[in-house]
């Protein structure tokens, strides 16, 4: 079974400080989970497909990264969790300039249904740094995190349409297309 995720990357600088959270919560047994998805880098996904056509949402890609993406900046000085999944996460803000990103693949990609979890009345922005099987777990989580915890800024980089395939237990994540965000910073 195949889904497919339209997400953003970041900076990498940002980039490493996410990954080496996900490595310590796995070298103190707390997560490996981030860890263990094959392929996947640090995103927020702003919207997740299921039962769509390969080819179709490929070329629905292709035509909304023709516009002009501009880059804009995202603060994270926030932590947080899912209490039913068991996920903790870093949280950014809601600059206007990502809700407006968010709602124009929607309204783009609107032939194709999204997971509930990423419809616009539900959406929740988030970069995932652990997955844990307890509430107990989490908690151990968390409250190590809270002590790596350090607020930080990014700039978002890259749009990319990623292909998710579970595949005997495991996650796989494929880049499918991408387009890099401009920088009109000039």
Known sequence: ????AIEVFFEDE???YVRNLWELCDSHNLSAFMNRVKGTEPHIALAVYENVETESIKK????FISQDLIRF????????FFPTSNVSFLQPNTKQEFVDLMKDIHDYFQEYKPNSYYS???????????KNKTI?????TI???????????????????????????EIICRNIMDKEFEDKSY
């Open 120 to 130: 616009p009345e539900r959406w929740f922005p988030h970069v995932t740094i652990a």
């Open 1 to 4: 079974m195949k889904h497919y």
């Open 60 to 63: 629905r890609f292709n035509e």
């Open 143 to 169: 409250n190590y995190l809270m002590n790596c915890f350090k607020p930080q800024i990014t700039q978002v980089k890259k749009l990319v349409l990623v292909e998710i395939e579970y595949l005997d237990g």
């Open 136 to 140: 107990e777990e989490l908690k151990n």
């Open 73 to 80: 900046e995202l603060t994270f000085d926030a932590m947080a």
């Open 14 to 16: 940002f980039d490493k």
